[in-house]
């Protein structure tokens, strides 16, 4: 007899925080820390502008990654781990079926 895992999807209605802990929890204590800084700057950037984090494109990226080069004056390896940190976040959430395609 074999069995078959099904793959279930998130809930409807999965708050981003839920979507950010569950994509965090699979790191160690001091990735998980740098990654939910990351996180964070982003999520507030989005608040300011009105932006749903699970429905930016690419260009809403460009434009924080300027912001954070031009007016936060972050040096660009900095500016790099944030973008990279959303990579990782994005591939998740696309990985797990919540978004279809990965912005970053």
Not at 8 to 24: D, E, H, I, N
Not at 26 to 38: F, V
Not at 39 to 58: G, I, K, Q, S, T
Request: proline share 7%; charged share 20%; hydrophobic share 40%.
């Amino acid at each position: 007899m074999t069995t078959t895992l099904e793959v279930m999807p998130w809930p409807q209605g999965t708050s981003v925080s839920q979507l950010t802990a569950a994509f965090l929890a699979g790191y160690g204590p001091t990735t998980r820390k740098s990654y939910a800084e990351g996180l964070r700057a982003w999520f507030r950037w989005c608040n300011e502008h009105n932006l749903d984090p699970l429905r930016v494109a690419r260009p809403h990226i460009d434009l924080w990654a300027r912001w954070l080069e031009e007016e936060r004056h972050l040096a660009p390896a900095t500016v790099m781990h944030r973008l990279c940190t959303l990579r990782s976040f994005y591939r998740y959430l696309e990985d797990e079926e919540v978004i279809a395609l990965s912005p970053a």
